[in-house]
Structure formats: structure tokens, C-alpha cells
């Protein structure tokens, strides 16, 4: 092995290892198809199942019919057909003790303020790292 290579690896390896691991359920909410792809790519390599919707019908519908298996909804506030905010009020009408960290490009006044004095377990901002998303849901789950 050429020690180029070895470094690349190694600075692989420590990037994985700064990762909180996860063995939970993720309902991660976004209509970027982008964010869909990466996140669940990304979200799966550390260890979580994910399950996803690109608006917040679909959550809706998805988590009615998965409500005992998630463990934390991943909500984007922006999206066509019903927002975050809409969905977020549905999820806790299925389930009041449903755990869900809202994200947003926009900043975290205004509406996400609001959804957050309503119940919200936490807020990351968009554009996020890998390592914040896994540590801001390992930190909302181990609220339970």
C-alpha cells in the first residue's frame, strides 16, 4: 500500500469514528432529492434503518403505518403539499411522545421558533455535517 493511500484511509477511518453510531429507526422528511439520497446513504452506513417521505403527506403516511418501528422523524420545515410545521402537528396528534428534530435551510426564527415552543424536540440547520445530524438525534433519543 502506498502511504498516500494509507493516509486517505486513515483519514477516513477517523472521520467514521467521530460519527455517533446508531441502531434506531429514522424517518427522515425532505423534497431534495439530494438530501433523501445522501442522508439515507449516510444515516445507513452508521447503523440506522431509514425510511423516507418528500413532503409532509407522505410522513404522515408513512409514519401511520410505521408509527411503533421510528424512533425519531428528521422534519424539513419547507416543502410542497404540507410543510413541516402541518406535519409535525399531524405526527403528534398519531403519537404525542414522537420524538423529532426539525431542519431547515432558514434560520431557526420565526416558524421554527414556534414549532420548537410547541413540542420540537431540537433544531439543526441546513447545510449540516454528518456528525452533528448523528449526535443532535443521538441526543434527542437518549431523552427517552
Known sequence: MNTMLEKKVERGVKCVEQVTKGT?????????????????????AIGYRVLIARDGKEAIEVYEKNRDDIDIVVLDMVMPNMGGSGAFDRIK?????AK????????????????????????????FKMKDLSQAIRKILGKK
Not at 423529532?100 to 447545510?127: M, N, W
Open 93 to 97: 396528534e398519531i403519537n404525542p411522545d
Open 24 to 44: 434506531k429507526t429514522v424517518l427522515l422528511v425532505d423534497d431534495e432529492e439530494v438530501v433523501l439520497e445522501v442522508g439515507k446513504d449516510l444515516l445507513e
Open 100 to 127: 423529532v428534530l426539525l431542519s431547515s435551510g432558514y434560520s431557526i426564527d420565526g416558524e421554527a421558533t414556534e414549532i420548537l415552543e410547541r413540542g420540537c424536540d431540537a433544531f439543526i440547520q441546513k447545510p
